[in-house]
DNA sequence: GCAAAAGTGTTGTACGTACACCCATGT
DNA sequence: ACATGGGTGTACGTACAACACTTTTGC
């Protein structure tokens, strides 16, 4: 019984996580230089460690680099070209987390430089990480049109033309003000409240957050977004 | 450089497949029984060898256990759980595969036992198989809502009523057969063929089989299945 | 001629989309 | 007062859901 086991090959397994963030005009990703000679960007990974479950080793990976915390967290798939690292062959899986751009703080040492890229002008990526940027952006539009997850890039009070931006930027067009207003409404997972945003326009918009106690129940239908846009996968 | 590698752990590394079949009636998974002493049903697997990816060692694996070659294979997950294999530490990624149950012959060896279940009635199985097959019962519900994957599952050419049987056996459900064939036909993806099914009802269905120029150019928007099921992945 | 499955048509409703005007406020 | 972004309502068309009867043919 054992011997089967014995005969097997082992691999080195790796996490990397597509980090999302949005700044209030486009979305973005985050990537790092590894070391100091370095010269590619990458994706923020590391390996998984004997104790822990994949998803434990991706969360605790950004939590080190970034200091994120109980984050929107998701597999995307796993990469296993036999020679996608040339030096030694590794298995990654990757991860793709959402987070509220306005909490982050470069936790990166020296190490490490850390940026936030557009999505739209990303520089040469190690490895197949630029495939995993392609298939997260996929994915997080794909998901996005059937999930309230958008919310999980916004701070808690955000206003609609907010919240819009946000979806003008995952799906790279222009939604129409007044029916995408009614279409999130009209799901009742938002709470209006009294206070209106300051200083970016001048009569204000009013804030708004997630009704908690529904947004954990809904994992089912949401909205139906999904443009002309190629889905796939 | 080389010294981050060197410290790090490898794995095995596992592929499982949950191979879905459609005998007319009921959605099946293709189990087997590994070993002669094992008592417990799993799925079809094996290990990753050294010079293949991912999805080949998959493929790999289904046409050395069934003889199936050039069928529907998706990556499904990765799992990780640190305890999922209790003798030996093993990541397993599975994929899930659609076949034309017909085309079906035993290829295992006596070291094997090979039986269709189906998804409503499965045994008990080894590891966290059970988890596998539910997610992939999952994906595929995801899957066929929005892509014409469903022919994969039956003949070359078959009826409309099979057709429909098999969308009420994914979805657990009963389609009514009017806005089924309407909302099928206008797909535009079928072409009727001259010839009837005998033997089965006395008028007899007319064959159908998929238009295959427009079926590989559609990864887009299909139709719009997904009843009030619960997706989430 | 009857039973069993195949095939087809209509209507109401809900939802998405297109589109234009008034409102509040900081300057 | 005016410019800037915020907020709302209506009308149309499409697409889905509900529903019943006729057709074919093996027995």
């Known amino acids: 019984m054992l011997d089967q086991y014995k005969q097997q090959h082992p691999y080195l397994l790796a996490l990397d996580s597509i ?12 990537l790092v230089k590894r070391g100091v000679e370095d010269e590619t960007w990458s ?4 390996w998984l460690q004997p104790n ?7 969360a605790r990976i950004l939590f080190d680099l970034t200091g994120f915390t109980n984050v929107y967290l998701e597999q995307l798939y796993a990469f296993g070209d036999p020679h996608r690292d040339p030096i030694v062959r590794t298995i990654s899986v990757a991860y793709f987390s959402l987070v509220k751009i306005a909490d982050y703080e470069s936790k990166t040492s020296d190490l490490y430089k850390a940026n936030w890229f557009s999505i739209y002008d990303l520089p040469p990526l190690l490895f197949d990480h630029a495939d995993m940027v392609e298939l997260a952006i996929k994915r997080l539009r794909y998901k996005a049109a059937q999930h309230p997850i958008g919310f999980e890039l916004l701070p808690d009070k955000f206003t609609i033309p907010q919240l819009k931006k946000l979806y003008d930027a995952i799906y790279n067009t222009d939604f129409d003000k007044r029916n995408f207003s009614r279409k999130i409404l009209s799901t009742n997972l938002l709470i209006k409240l009294e206070e209106k945003q300051k200083g970016f326009s001048k009569r204000g918009a009013y804030f708004y957050q997630v009704d908690n106690s529904k947004y954990r129940a809904i994992t089912n239908s949401f909205l139906n977004f999904i443009p002309n846009s190629e889905l796939g996968i």
Chains 1, 2 share one sequence.
């Open 19 to 30: 980090i999302f963030g949005f700044d209030g005009e486009s979305l973005k990703v985050l």
């Open 43 to 46: 994706l923020m990974g590391g």
């Open 52 to 58: 822990e479950g994949l998803e434990q080793a991706a």
